[in-house]
C-alpha cells in the first residue's frame, strides 16, 4: 500500500466514523455502532501510524515499502 492509498483509506475510514455520528443526531449508539467506531478507531491509528513509518523511512534514505501495520495492541498504547 502506497501512501496514497493509505491516505484515501483514512478518508474512508474518517467519513465512515462520521457517518456514524451523524446517522441519528442525539441519539445512542447502538452497540454494533459503538464497536464498528472503536474498530474505525483502532483502523485509524494503524494506518497514521504505517504512513508515518513510511515517510520516516523515505526520510532515513529507507525503503518506505517495507514499513508494515503494527498490531492495534501496539499502536493504541503510542502517545498522542
Known amino acids: 500500500m502506497d501512501d496514497a492509498e493509505i491516505v484515501r483509506r483514512i478518508s474512508e475510514l474518517v467519513d465512515e466514523e462520521h457517518g456514524l455520528e451523524v446517522a441519528h443526531p442525539g441519539a445512542p449508539l447502538t452497540p454494533e455502532q459503538v464497536e464498528r467506531r472503536q474498530a474505525i478507531e483502532v483502523a485509524l491509528d494503524q494506518c497514521w501510524d504505517l504512513l508515518r513509518q513510511r515517510r520516516?523511512?523515505?526520510?532515513?534514505?529507507?525503503?518506505?515499502?517495507?514499513?508494515?501495520?503494527?498490531?492495534?495492541?501496539?499502536?493504541?498504547?503510542?502517545?498522542?
Not at 520516516?56 to 498522542?80: H, N, S, W, Y
Open 56 to 80: 520516516a523511512r523515505r526520510d532515513a534514505g529507507q525503503d518506505p515499502d517495507q514499513a508494515t501495520v503494527r498490531p492495534a495492541e501496539v499502536v493504541e498504547r503510542f502517545q498522542q
